[in-house]
């Protein structure tokens, strides 16, 4: 094999490497929910990154609502979870359907 040859590969995987750097691998994160209460009640996550909320109740269903754009999860019973991912930058607020008392935030900061 020639020198050239040599060097073009080393350039490439150089290039690779320094564009591998610059990239962001997106987290998983999860919220449990006990007591009637979010854990934790705020998050601050990275945009891609995804959120699982996990019913750890005995006997309650629980969803989760988001106050700006009404979106809200199915019901989950306990051992259940819905996971969501967020794309965009922002702060998200939301809370349990059917008991409004329980309170969370999400903030996805770049």
Request: hydrophobic share 35%; aromatic share 10%.
């Amino acid at each position: 094999m020639s020198t050239w040859r040599i060097k073009q590969g080393l350039k490439g995987g150089v290039l690779a490497l320094a564009l591998m750097a610059g990239t962001t691998v997106a987290a998983e994160h999860q919220v449990q929910i006990y007591k009637y209460a979010y854990t934790p009640a705020e998050l601050t996550i990275k945009p891609g990154d995804t959120v699982t909320w996990v019913n750890a109740e005995k006997r309650v269903s629980h969803s989760v609502l988001f106050s700006a754009t009404g979106e809200e999860s199915e019901r989950f019973f306990p051992g259940e979870q819905w996971s969501r991912r967020f794309d965009q930058a922002g702060r998200f607020e939301y809370r349990c359907g059917p008991h409004p008392e329980m309170k969370g935030l999400i903030v996805v900061e770049p």
